[in-house]
């Protein structure tokens, strides 16, 4: 199969006829669908395409046939045996507050690029498995992202390093001890000259205090700093504006109008979650919310981003244009409009001015954000609007850098290469971080390196890195040990372990760095508590110590949260920083929405997550605009196995990489955008070899973009797995959409399309709900398609990870999945989201039709699974119009690794192959809440019960609860008149219903 | 050419036929009769422990509650196994030399748990809730058996899904007052359906027989 030529080529002019052509609004999937391809169809009249599920074992059908035979004696008489004798092991002194059955939950925090963001952990028996938001942190507020919700896995990640070794053998810490006191002991006399010490961006005021220490008692010694994905920009951008690098904190629940300069404040930034939250406060309707109270969204973007696909506008735009567009806003606001060129023909002068003049309409009220992958010029463009319009105090505030040392990290990678290069490093010790498959391509980091005497590697994995070091300490899971973290604000956390290290070498990063000092056995936790201590906020006694534990917060009256000043009125900005556009295509990098810049490469999670937007899993790949993907003559093909598309080469400033091209609608013209992460070597052995290395082609001086790109097709061809176009409902408009001129017209717009049939029509009778009858509401106007929900589902359900093989062939077993609509041209669409989960109908088709009665309705109005009396017929799934039921068609679960068994959600049974499995509204949270709410001898409280999905959103989209109470959230949202249900006019009457999305398009902008 | 079968054959056969269905039906019916029987349900038959535990012994002859030892019994899904202390509060006093205790003693020293068998033991797809049971009126005894006069544990019924129907769609039959739950010599009145339903009703029972609610 692979190798096919040919497939769909994009016909650009057929689509757009048939765009011309259709009625109304029209959504669509994918390119494929747009253009009524046959491939499509089998998708949608299908379950899967004829032949994804065929046997193709190379066992052969006689074998088959042979195994059947067997196990079917076999089953015989396995039928007659009694369960294996288990033991009950109890403690021996029980640990206090530890009720056997009953989890207890733990506030700590998780650190994304450096800063903290709370989180609560939900621990049974001593076993972190569930990683919740928390509500009190200021980064979280109960939110979680995926990468949050998927740390748990990393914990248990077999492939993590265990052992301490030296030159790949295992070695005792005395020996380290050993060798670093004489690495120590000769760098004594040049006051340290020699050694270095790299980590990633630090916000522990403990570690910070640490390094400190070691450098003052070396005084030559130096402390360089580097994340690939760090916001270098903002630090030069708010050093020159404000006088020291700061932290930009934007209040969107008190903008009006918003624009984002290629931002992506959904997926991207510590406070990213925080500002979903506050952006969505101003995106409902109805309720007490009145439509006057909308927030506008503008965008412009190099490569399509959640953000974009929230946008009211959105303006798809070269890398290099957006700083030319920057100052044509600036220009129509009146600020200070820099040096770049005035607006040229890809700059529309129309949506300049229609900004601008909405921008000042809401001085003051308005927020002007640019992303850390445009230049600082960028950047200061921003910071003049802002204040401009009134917005700095009001909307956007600047506070000190919460960074211990906040440096231009590139200029210290930069460094610390040169000294490498020169010989003056003695010792290098890497303290996080995998600078050599990460570093810039043209600094030449590994052969550099390698001139280092001595090499010190702390890491979780025994990674690219530790491969090239002498020493490797294996790093102890922050679940693992204490720490602390600050957030975006300057809130502090401890971060404190949930459970002892699972393999007994693993060190933190204080432990390590105590090693260096006169104490090198000093415990993590004596650490982190006695550098609070001398900071005098602990007090006398043990409670606020004990206090911030429980929090999840420390109350630090040394962190400085005051606003800073503003930037001066007069600041000009600098000169543009944008590299020459060259000839050719423009390449845009961006660190990855799963596997973020590769450190979360062995998470199956989030490889088989797919990407929000591009739906692909286990790839990363070179994503072009239809017009250019036509212009290359790139052709995908979508089979039963997965997407066949064409292999190209990217050439840029003389280097190669091979990468499969992936059509995204709405990316801009003349741009390749490559996701940074993949193509690791040893990242473990999920992550190995998974997609191709875009930092093989990433340069120091243009780490986010640059003109110049050649793309070559190979002529090979690349299978990819992309879960666009799986389980596509026939088409009846799923995700329903309006405009706010729309909604005031006729706020039921979303009903007036379909007719729901009464309920009176079916032939079985009703079902009477006496006590509860659960139900959600899905609010597609908050929903920022980020994928939380599909995380927190697959750590709190057990859901197994499948494979790149299986995704292909459309098995993937996500209970929840986030479907993802166009609407409009494939040049710029608008977007929709909508989270799907099982509907829990009514009159619900799967249960008719189960021979064994193993999907059934409950008395509260579930379609309850039940896994044990499933044998595999697949009926309900056929007859499933939402396709949300999944198949266990192998044993998909690791029965085998023992770490990975210590994940389990004790309260969810572990599925096996030949059973269906599908949401059940979380109904081991709904027993829970119950039989507490008996116990207690009290009804269960509106909002006692949270599903997964509900608890992880950031956007608070989904809301579950009881329709039967008319005071409830989720009842007074399906009395809202943008409700409604999908597919409901098969009078299947849906529990879960959706409100339709509305858009707040500028009147004034007309396109 | 004659034939070969002789007239009467035909009735043989026509026996069979009606034979094969009874066999089938018979079959099915042992099967069903095993899948019941002690052999499998492993009902009524005392396990070895580790260290010869007498529930007869500590409840009938001392006296002690059942929530001393079983002490998540009220807030939890399980009931709880003593920890080693539990039993070394007392028998650090008491019968601190006897050999039979000698695994106790030494788990408490060694810090190792001792490993004891499990008598009730559903399959991992119930998840059964001790402490929605027992504050709604179900006696330990209702499920457990006289446990006061096992010297060696048991599992006294059938622990069947039918079993547990049994009760969850008639829970008068059984319910006893709240304060009576902990009696292991409770006695039913003779009007236990009038007790029971008075219960039913003053504790607001509703029995579900969803399969969620226990299958998960």
Same mark, same amino acid.
């Given at each position: 199969?692979?190798?096919?030529? =040919?497939?769909?080529?994009?016909?650009?002019?057929?689509?757009?006829?048939?765009?011309?052509?259709?009625?109304?609004?029209?959504?669509?999937?994918?390119?494929?669908?747009?253009?009524?391809?046959?491939?499509?169809?089998? *998708?949608?009249?299908?379950?899967?395409?004829?032949?994804?599920?065929?046997?193709?074992?190379?066992?052969?059908?006689?074998?088959?046939?042979?195994?059947?035979?067997?196990?079917?004696?076999?089953?015989?008489?396995?039928?007659?045996?009694?369960?294996?004798?288990?033991?009950?092991?109890?403690?021996?002194?029980?640990?206090?507050?530890? !009720?056997?059955?009953?989890?207890?939950?733990?506030?700590?925090?998780?650190?994304?690029?450096?800063?903290?963001? =709370?989180?609560?952990?939900?621990?049974?028996?001593?076993?972190?498995?569930?990683?919740?938001?928390?509500?009190?942190?200021?980064?979280?507020?109960?939110?979680?992202?995926?990468?949050?919700?998927?740390?748990?896995?990393?914990?248990?990640?077999?492939?993590?390093?265990?052992?301490?070794?030296?030159?790949?053998?295992?070695?005792?810490?005395?020996?380290?001890?050993?060798?670093?006191?004489?690495?120590?002991?000769?760098?004594?006399?040049?006051?340290?000259?020699?050694?270095?010490?790299?980590?990633?961006?630090?916000?522990?005021?403990?570690?910070?205090?640490?390094?400190?220490?070691?450098?003052?008692?070396?005084?030559?010694?130096?402390?360089?700093?580097?994340?690939?994905? +760090?916001? &270098?920009?903002?630090?030069?951008?708010?050093?020159?504006? $404000?006088?020291?690098?700061?932290?930009?904190?934007?209040?969107?629940?008190?903008?009006?109008?918003?624009?984002?300069?290629?931002?992506?404040?959904?997926?991207?930034?510590?406070?990213?979650?925080?500002?979903?939250?506050?952006?969505?406060?101003?995106?409902?309707?109805?309720?007490?919310?009145?439509?006057?109270?909308?927030?506008?969204?503008?965008?412009?973007?190099?490569?399509?981003?959640?953000?974009?696909?929230?946008?009211?506008?959105?303006?798809?735009?070269?890398?290099?244009?957006?700083?030319?567009?920057?100052?044509?806003?600036?220009?129509?606001?009146?600020?200070?409009?820099?040096?770049?060129?005035?607006?040229?023909?890809?700059?529309?002068?129309?949506? $300049?001015?229609?900004?601008?003049?909405?921008?000042?309409?809401?001085?003051?009220?308005?927020?002007?954000?640019?992303?850390?992958?445009?230049?600082?010029?960028?950047?200061?463009?921003?910071?003049?609007?802002?204040?401009?319009?009134?917005?700095?105090?009001?909307?956007?505030?600047?506070?000190?850098?919460?960074?211990?040392?906040?440096?231009?990290?590139?200029?210290?990678?930069?460094?610390?290469?040169?000294?490498?290069?020169?010989?003056?490093?003695?010792?290098?010790?890497?303290?996080?971080?995998?600078?050599?498959?990460?570093?810039?391509?043209?600094?030449?980091?590994?052969?550099?390196?390698?001139?280092?005497?001595?090499?010190?590697?702390?890491?979780?994995?025994?990674?690219?890195?530790?491969?090239?070091?002498?020493?490797?300490?294996?790093?102890?899971?922050?679940?693992?040990?204490?720490?602390?973290?600050?957030? *975006? &604000?300057?809130? !502090?956390?401890?971060?404190?372990?949930?459970?002892?290290?699972?393999?007994?070498?693993?060190?933190?990063?204080?432990?390590?760095?105590?090693?260096?000092?006169?104490?090198?056995?000093?415990?993590?936790?004596?650490?982190?508590?006695?550098?609070?201590?001398?900071?005098?906020?602990?007090?006398?006694?043990?409670?606020?110590?004990?206090?911030?534990?429980?929090?999840?917060?420390?109350?630090?009256?040394?962190?400085?949260?005051?606003?800073?000043?503003?930037?001066?009125?007069?600041?000009?900005?600098?000169?543009?920083?944008?590299?020459?556009?060259?000839?050719?295509?423009?390449?845009?990098?961006?660190?990855?929405?799963?596997?973020? &810049?590769?450190?979360?490469?062995?998470?199956?999670?989030?490889?088989?997550?797919?990407?929000?937007?591009?739906?692909?899993?286990?790839?990363?790949?070179?994503?072009?605009?239809?017009?250019?993907?036509?212009?290359?003559?790139?052709?995908?093909?979508?089979?039963?196995? +997965?997407?066949?598309?064409?292999?190209?080469?990217?050439?840029?400033? +003389?280097?190669?990489?091979?990468?499969?091209?992936?059509?995204?609608?709405?990316?801009?013209?003349?741009?390749?955008?490559?996701?940074?992460?993949?193509?690791?070597?040893?990242?473990?052995?999920?992550?190995?070899?998974?997609?191709?290395?875009?930092?093989?082609?990433?340069?120091?001086?243009?780490?986010? *973009?640059?003109?110049?790109?050649?793309?070559?097709?190979?002529?090979?061809?690349?299978?990819?797995?992309?879960?666009?176009?799986?389980?596509?409902?026939?088409?009846?408009?799923?995700?329903?959409?309006?405009?706010?001129?729309?909604?005031?017209?006729?706020?039921?717009?979303?009903?007036?399309?379909?007719?729901?049939?009464?309920?009176?029509?079916?032939?079985?009778?009703?079902?009477?709900?006496?006590?509860?009858?659960?139900?959600?509401?899905?609010?597609?106007?908050?929903?920022?398609?980020?994928?939380?929900?599909?995380?927190?589902?697959?750590?709190?359900?057990?859901?197994?990870?499948?494979?790149?093989?299986?995704?292909?062939?459309?098995?993937?077993?996500?209970?929840?999945?986030?479907?993802?609509?166009?609407?409009?041209?494939?040049?710029?669409?608008?977007?929709?989201?909508?989270?799907?989960?099982?509907?829990?109908?009514?009159?619900?088709?799967?249960?008719?039709?189960?021979?064994?009665?193993?999907?059934?309705?409950?008395?509260?109005?579930?379609?309850?699974?039940?896994?044990?009396?499933?044998?595999?017929?697949?009926?309900?799934?056929?007859?499933?119009?939402?396709? !949300?039921?999944?198949?266990? *068609?192998?044993?998909?679960?690791?029965?085998?690794?023992?770490?990975?068994?210590?994940?389990?959600?004790?309260? !969810?049974?572990?599925?096996?192959? =030949?059973?269906?499995?599908?949401?059940?509204?979380?109904?081991?949270?709904?027993?829970?809440?119950?039989?507490?709410?008996?116990?207690?001898?009290?009804?269960?409280?509106?909002?006692?019960?949270?599903?997964?999905?509900?608890?992880?959103?950031?956007?608070?989209?989904?809301?579950?609860?009881?329709?039967? &109470?008319?005071?409830?959230?989720?009842?007074?949202?399906?009395?809202?008149?943008?409700?409604?249900?999908?597919?409901?006019?098969?009078?299947?009457?849906?529990?879960?219903?959706?409100?339709?999305?509305?858009?707040?398009?500028?009147?004034?902008? +007309?396109? | 050419?004659?034939?070969?079968?002789?007239?009467?054959?035909?009735?043989?056969?026509?026996?069979?036929?009606?034979?094969?269905?009874?066999?089938?039906?018979? #079959?099915?019916?042992?099967?069903?009769?095993?899948?019941?029987?002690?052999?499998?349900?492993?009902?009524?038959?005392?396990?070895?422990?580790?260290?010869?535990?007498?529930?007869?012994?500590?409840?009938?002859?001392?006296?002690?509650?059942?929530?001393?030892?079983?002490?998540?019994?009220?807030?939890?899904? #399980?009931?709880?196994?003593?920890?080693?202390? #539990?039993?070394?509060?007392?028998?650090?006093?008491?019968?601190?030399?006897?050999?039979?205790?000698?695994?106790?003693?030494?788990?408490?020293?060694?810090?190792?748990?001792?490993?004891?068998?499990?008598?009730?033991?559903?399959?991992?797809?119930?998840?059964?809730?001790?402490?929605?049971?027992?504050?709604?009126?179900?006696?330990?005894?209702?499920?457990?058996?006289?446990?006061?006069?096992?010297?060696?544990?048991?599992?006294?019924?059938?622990? #069947?899904?039918?079993?547990?129907?049994?009760?969850?769609?008639?829970?008068?039959?059984?319910?006893?007052?709240?304060?009576?739950?902990?009696?292991?010599?409770?006695?039913?009145?003779?009007?236990?359906?009038?007790?029971?339903?008075?219960?039913?009703?003053?504790?607001?029972?509703?029995?579900?027989?969803?399969?969620?609610?226990?299958?998960?």
């Amino acid at each position: 199969m692979s190798g096919t030529p =040919g497939g769909s080529d994009v016909d650009l002019s057929g689509l757009r006829r048939r765009l011309a052509d259709s009625t109304g609004r029209a959504y669509w999937k994918s390119l494929e669908e747009l253009a009524g391809a046959p491939q499509f169809l089998e *998708f949608l009249h299908r379950e899967f395409p004829e032949q994804a599920s065929t046997f193709d074992d190379p066992e052969g059908r006689r074998g088959f046939l042979k195994m059947m035979g067997a196990s079917l004696a076999l089953a015989g008489l396995t039928g007659c045996t009694r369960q294996p004798e288990e033991k009950i092991v109890p403690y021996v002194k029980p640990p206090e507050d530890m !009720v056997p059955g009953r989890p207890l939950f733990f506030a700590t925090a998780v650190t994304d690029g450096g800063y903290a963001k =709370g989180v609560i952990v939900e621990s049974h028996m001593g076993r972190p498995t569930k990683v919740e938001g928390n509500p009190d942190h200021p980064a979280s507020l109960g939110a979680t992202d995926v990468f949050g919700q998927a740390s748990v896995l990393d914990l248990y990640d077999p492939d993590r390093s265990q052992t301490l070794t030296h030159l790949g053998e295992i070695r005792p810490w005395g020996s380290f001890l050993a060798a670093v006191k004489a690495a120590l002991d000769g760098q004594r006399a040049a006051q340290g000259g020699g050694l270095r010490i790299l980590t990633e961006t630090v916000t522990s005021p403990t570690l910070a205090a640490q390094i400190q220490e070691l450098l003052a008692a070396f005084p030559a010694a130096r402390w360089h700093q580097y994340d690939p994905a +760090g916001p &270098d920009s903002i630090r030069a951008a708010t050093a020159q504006a $404000v006088g020291a690098p700061s932290e930009v904190v934007y209040d969107l629940a008190k903008a009006d109008v918003v624009l984002c300069l290629d931002a992506d404040f959904v997926g991207h930034g510590p406070a990213n979650l925080r500002m979903i939250r506050a952006f969505t406060s101003r995106r409902r309707l109805g309720g007490e919310q009145s439509p006057a109270g909308m927030s506008r969204l503008y965008v412009a973007e190099s490569s399509p981003s959640l953000t974009g696909a929230l946008a009211d506008h959105r303006l798809p735009l070269r890398a290099s244009e957006i700083e030319t567009l920057a100052s044509a806003v600036a220009a129509g606001v009146g600020a200070p409009a820099g040096a770049a060129p005035a607006a040229s023909g890809s700059v529309p002068a129309a949506w $300049v001015g229609a900004v601008a003049k909405d921008l000042q309409a809401h001085a003051g009220r308005s927020v002007v954000m640019a992303g850390p992958w445009q230049p600082a010029a960028v950047h200061a463009l921003a910071h003049a609007i802002n204040q401009t319009l009134g917005n700095v105090g009001q909307t956007v505030t600047y506070a000190p850098s919460v960074e211990a040392r906040p440096i231009d990290q590139l200029a210290s990678l930069r460094d610390l290469a040169a000294a490498m290069d020169a010989g003056q490093v003695q010792a290098l010790v890497v303290l996080g971080g995998n600078p050599v498959y990460e570093a810039p391509v043209d600094l030449d980091f590994a052969r550099r390196m390698d001139k280092v005497p001595l090499r010190i590697h702390f890491g979780l994995y025994d990674d690219e890195t530790a491969e090239r070091c002498h020493w490797h300490v294996p790093a102890a899971h922050p679940f693992e040990a204490w720490s602390d973290a600050r957030a *975006f &604000d300057g809130t !502090v956390t401890i971060v404190q372990p949930l459970i002892a290290p699972l393999y007994a070498g693993c060190k933190s990063a204080h432990e390590l760095l105590a090693a260096f000092t006169s104490k090198p056995e000093r415990s993590g936790y004596d650490i982190v508590r006695d550098y609070w201590k001398a900071q005098g906020v602990l007090g006398a006694d043990e409670k606020a110590w004990q206090r911030a534990l429980h929090d999840g917060i420390l109350a630090a009256p040394a962190v400085a949260k005051a606003a800073g000043p503003g930037p001066a009125a007069s600041a000009t900005p600098p000169p543009t920083s944008a590299p020459p556009a060259g000839q050719g295509l423009e390449i845009v990098f961006r660190p990855d929405a799963s596997v973020r &810049d590769g450190r979360l490469a062995n998470n199956g999670w989030l490889q088989e997550l797919p990407r929000p937007l591009t739906k692909l899993t286990w790839d990363n790949a070179a994503l072009m605009s239809p017009r250019t993907a036509q212009s290359l003559g790139i052709s995908i093909e979508s089979t039963s196995l +997965g997407s066949y598309t064409d292999l190209v080469e990217l050439i840029y400033r +003389g280097r190669t990489a091979k990468a499969p091209a992936w059509i995204v609608p709405g990316h801009p013209d003349g741009t390749v955008t490559v996701h940074l992460g993949y193509g690791r070597t040893r990242a473990g052995r999920v992550g190995n070899g998974v997609g191709f290395n875009a930092y093989a082609l990433r340069t120091s001086d243009a780490p986010w *973009f640059g003109g110049g790109l050649q793309v070559k097709k190979t002529g090979d061809r690349y299978l990819l797995a992309c879960t666009q176009d799986h389980w596509s409902m026939e088409g009846r408009n799923p995700v329903r959409a309006g405009t706010l001129e729309e909604y005031e017209a006729h706020p039921d717009y979303a009903k007036e399309t379909f007719e729901e049939p009464p309920p009176s029509l079916s032939l079985y009778p009703a079902f009477k709900y006496t006590g509860h009858a659960w139900g959600m509401a899905i609010d597609l106007n908050s929903c920022v398609g980020c994928n939380a929900c599909t995380i927190a589902c697959q750590a709190e359900n057990n859901i197994p990870v499948v494979g790149k093989e299986q995704v292909g062939r459309g098995r993937e077993l996500h209970w929840i999945r986030v479907d993802r609509y166009y609407s409009g041209g494939v040049e710029n669409p608008e977007t929709h989201h909508q989270p799907v989960p099982c509907m829990q109908c009514e009159n619900a088709p799967c249960e008719v039709v189960c021979p064994v009665a193993a999907t059934v309705h409950s008395d509260e109005g579930l379609n309850d699974m039940v896994y044990n009396r499933c044998v595999g017929t697949r009926y309900c799934s056929n007859n499933c119009p939402y396709k !949300v039921r999944r198949f266990n *068609f192998f044993l998909y679960s690791d029965f085998d690794t023992p770490s990975l068994k210590l994940q389990r959600n004790p309260d !969810v049974t572990v599925r096996s192959r =030949g059973v269906m499995e599908k949401c059940t509204y979380c109904v081991q949270r709904i027993n829970r809440a119950r039989i507490d709410a008996r116990n207690q001898g009290r009804p269960i409280k509106e909002g006692e019960i949270k599903t997964a999905c509900q608890q992880a959103c950031p956007g608070e989209a989904i809301v579950f609860g009881d329709i039967n &109470d008319p005071g409830s959230r989720v009842a007074k949202l399906k009395a809202e008149p943008r409700n409604y249900g999908l597919l409901a006019e098969l009078n299947t009457r849906p529990r879960t219903t959706y409100l339709a999305h509305v858009k707040n398009p500028n009147p004034e902008m +007309g396109d | 050419m004659s034939q070969i079968f002789h007239h009467s054959t035909n009735t043989l056969s026509k026996l069979s036929i009606f034979g094969a269905l009874f066999l089938a039906a018979g #079959t099915l019916w042992l099967v069903l009769e095993i899948n019941r029987s002690p052999y499998v349900t492993q009902a009524g038959v005392a396990r070895e422990q580790p260290v010869p535990f007498s529930h007869a012994h500590h409840v009938a002859g001392m006296g002690i509650d059942c929530r001393y030892c079983h002490a998540s019994v009220e807030t939890s899904a #399980t009931a709880g196994i003593p920890p080693t202390k #539990t039993c070394m509060n007392c028998h650090s006093q008491i019968w601190s030399d006897s050999p039979t205790l000698e695994p106790v003693r030494e788990s408490f020293r060694t810090e190792k748990s001792i490993e004891w068998v499990k008598v009730h033991d559903l399959p991992d797809f119930v998840y059964f809730n001790h402490s929605a049971h027992v504050n709604q009126g179900v006696g330990c005894t209702t499920c457990h058996g006289r446990v006061d006069q096992m010297p060696l544990m048991w599992q006294e019924a059938s622990l #069947t899904m039918e079993w547990c129907l049994d009760c969850h769609r008639q829970p008068e039959r059984y319910l006893r007052p709240r304060e009576q739950v902990w009696n292991a010599a409770y006695e039913p009145p003779p009007d236990q359906l009038a007790l029971g339903r008075s219960l039913v009703k003053e504790y607001g029972i509703h029995t579900r027989t969803s399969c969620s609610t226990c299958h998960r």
